[in-house]
């Protein structure tokens, strides 16, 4: 999904009003609603992308969908979206505000990835470890990926710290062919 430049635009623009008045936790709440909602249904994802569908027919669902699920100012924010013909923006504006309220909060978003199931102490260790690291909170989501064999990965932004048995097999078999 493109993260466009209108849609954090407008992500900024609702993660300060929301801070503003009060509710940026009840607004996070909220985004998180839309984002599952939109992304749960393939239906209304290609209603909100449409050209056919109206702008007064995307206000109508929205308003449908959302009306008692969500607070009024996270209701209006939507309904100026769809209203200015924007509604297509909705899912990278969900992205990009869960962005920005986690470059506010402190919070830094890793996933790792390992062979099997770690334990909790385990975790905490490597949290506490990216912590002193970054110097933000750490929001932890673990998969685990059989095929890694061994080790783990960690995804943070933009860099990926592979420990895995794999990576290491793939090298010394890079470096054994490349002789």
Known sequence: MINSKAAKRYAKALLKLSQEQGYLEEVLEDIKTIDETISGSRDLFLALQSPIVKPSEKIAILDKIFSKH?????KQFILL???KERAALLPSITVSFFALYNEAAGIIEVTLKSAYQLRSNQLESVIKTLEDITKKNVKLHTQVTPSLLGGITIQMEDTVIDGSVLHKLN???YTLLSQ
């Open 81 to 83: 979206i769809a209203e």
């Open 70 to 74: 969500i607070g009024s100012l996270t």
């Open 171 to 173: 090298e010394l078999e």
